[in-house]
């Protein structure tokens, strides 16, 4: 497709459970990115990939949260004992330029996100 | 820590005027901004990307400008529509991303 894909689109799960939410990238994009988006809020920074690394994993909540790009383009998303507070929308996002130390990432692409509600 | 706010929270108008969203940011050591439009249930539509040497863009009836020095962004919809009505977002991207709580718009037929 030509655009950002994730799913599910929906995910409703039990507290205590774990579910993965996978991404698949715009195709050739390096950088890509994961975000959470509760109600009324604006998207918050979870973790950002250039190729397989993640280059910055300062927004994972805790160790309950881990992702993973194993081939650099599809990235799956990891929650282990889920909570109720970790109900929110997650949104991936790709850029076609990683950013370094002195050169900015490039223009950030969205999917429809995974809605992910934990009872 | 970025801190990224956007006023008004929520923006009322009729069908055909001009309107101006605003973002403010703490630190100035950006890279770029970006404006996204988000409608309810959707993911994020990009619109805009300024780079951090750039003063402002323009894609059809938007333009952004950006004053890295004051720490602000305007986002300007000129002759605003019906469709237009949505959460608009800005982005600032540094070291880290941060987003601002977004701006609500809707135009009144």
Known sequence: ?119 | KQEVTQIPAALSVPEGENLVLNCSFTDSAIYNLQWFRQDPGKGLTSLLLIQSSQREQTSGRLNASLDKSSGRSTLYIAASQPGDSATYLCAVIGNQFYFGTGTSLTVIP
């Open chain 1, 1 to 119: 497709g030509a655009g950002v894909s994730q799913t599910p689109s929906n995910k409703v799960t039990e507290k205590g459970k774990y579910v993965e939410l996978r991404c698949d990238p715009i195709s050739g994009h390096t950088a890509l990115y994961w975000y959470r988006q509760s109600l009324g809020q604006g998207p918050e920074f979870l973790i950002y990939f250039q190729g397989t690394g993640a280059a910055d994993d300062s927004g994972l909540p805790n160790d309950r949260f881990f992702a993973v790009r194993p081939e650099g383009s599809v990235s799956t998303l990891k929650i282990q004992r889920t909570e109720r507070g970790d109900s929110a929308v997650y949104l991936c996002a790709s850029s076609l330029i990683a950013g370094t130390i002195t050169a900015a990432p490039g223009e950030q692409f969205f999917g429809p996100g995974t809605r992910l509600t934990v009872l």
